[in-house]
């Protein structure tokens, strides 16, 4: 039997008096100082082939080539989709930077707020920045968070959301992008601070502050409600890319009332040239978020702002046909795998772009539409005989609709 002054570390080689902890192996022992400096060495490791893979993919991660993807499925907003490019872009090459361990310069994220009406394709910009990503990637719903202690899920839900995206790798998941939707809904009541509890309002935005900051969250593994017996997974921020998005109804009112669209008097006079009434949202900036209802500290952890415009009449004409997963294109699929050809007029699709702009609900609007005037052609025609062609004219178009009664809808 060897004594304890004879039991060393196979590879330090210390006495076992000499180390905390001396873990016995077949034919081996090895110390606690060593285990954690071979932790050390398989995290750096692990880091190099991350790098590694970004490095590999980075020549596909171009600005112009993110946007022309984007361009596959999402008809318009530019200026949005030309934002979300270059975040991205340099969301890599930041994590690049950074595993370069260059201390000259450091470079620190910027998160984006996306401001614009329901319909004109916030989180399909965020999905299909989703297809193509090498990150993980997340979205999550802010209408469901409430203050900590309160009935709903916490604000640390959402790196929950991230963790399992990447299948709880938490070095890859401090290294990935989350959305959040629906960030308008947790505005505060009024611009005034509040002397009670506004639990799922500004009570959410305070919590938000330090995640969206760099620093290190306990996250429950499961999500939910945290227990004080349930093991937390401490998640790091610092390079986690964080980016919002709300319709923010009202917010243009806030908006004409900064840019004086409302003169009143016989010799005032301003620029309307430089201001188009009929999109104020282009003119967005941080005091009209602050009026709305977001606090000073969350916007100033936004600094990115940018605006989905209102889709006209040409942009939803395109919407209908030209994308991948284009309205039409998914009907003639769904027909052709029936065995029946399915055929648009051209006046179909200015009647139902027309009715979408009348309903003033966007490019959602489209399929609830073009849901009533396909209703019957779905229900028949699989029954029948195949190898047949269905023709869609405007005016059946028009008899379903009158059917459905859809067109019995104002909207004020």
């Known amino acids: ?52 893979s970004l490095s590999q993919s980075m020549t596909l991660l171009k600005p112009v080539e993110i946007m022309d993807f984007l361009n596959q499925y999402v008809i318009g907003q530019e200026d949005a989709k030309k934002v979300l490019s270059v975040a991205v872009y340099n969301h890599y090459k930041r994590l690049m930077h950074e595993s370069k361990n260059s201390p000259d310069v450091e470079i620190e994220k910027s998160n984006i707020i996306m401001v614009g009406e329901t319909g004109t394709g916030k989180t399909l910009l965020a999905r299909t920045i989703a297809r193509m990503l090498n990150v993980p990637f997340c979205i999550a719903d802010a209408t469901v968070l409430t203050e900590a202690g309160y009935v709903g899920e916490d604000v640390e839900s959402v790196l929950s959301r991230l963790l399992q995206a990447a299948d709880y790798d938490v070095s890859a998941a401090e290294r990935g992008i989350v959305y959040i939707d629906e960030v308008d809904k ?21 919590g938000l502050l330090k995640m969206l900051e760099n620093t290190v969250i306990n996250v429950p593994p499961q999500g939910g409600r945290k227990h004080p017996e349930q093991k937390m997974i401490p998640v790091n921020t610092q390079h986690i890319l964080f980016i919002c998005g709300g319709a923010f109804d009202g917010i243009d009112k806030i908006i004409s009332r900064r840019v004086q669209q409302q003169a009143i008097g016989y010799s005032v006079s301003t620029d309307e040239s430089s201001f188009d009434k009929d999109n104020l949202i282009q003119h967005i900036a941080p005091a009209d978020l602050k009026h709305f209802g977001l606090i000073p500290e969350l916007i100033g952890r936004l600094p990115v702002i940018t605006y989905l415009t209102a889709l006209d009449k040409h942009a939803l004409l395109r919407i209908l046909s030209e994308p991948k997963n284009a309205l039409i294109k998914q009907y003639a699929k769904l027909f052709e795998l029936e065995g029946i050809k399915l055929v648009f007029t051209p006046e179909v699709l200015e ?22 005037i396909m209703l019957d052609a779905m229900f028949e025609m699989p029954g029948k005989k195949q190898g047949k062609e269905l023709k869609i004219t405007l005016s059946y178009a028009m008899k379903q609709l009158d059917k459905a009664k859809t067109n019995k809808l104002r909207v004020a």
């Open 351 to 372: 009647y139902v772009v027309d009715k979408a702009i009348e309903f003033r609900l966007g490019a959602r609007g489209l399929r609830s539409i073009c849901e009533a």
């Open 186 to 206: 947790i505005a505060r009541k009024s611009d005034n601070p509040s002397i009670t509890r506004d639990v799922s309002g500004e009570g959410v935005q305070q």
């Open 1 to 52: 039997m060897k004594t304890s002054k004879e039991i060393k570390c196979s590879f330090c080689g210390k006495d076992k008096s000499a180390t905390n902890v001396l873990v016995a192996g077949l034919s081996a022992h090895i110390c606690d100082q060593c285990i954690q400096q071979a932790q050390s060495i398989v995290n750096e490791e692990a880091s190099q082939q991350f790098t590694q």
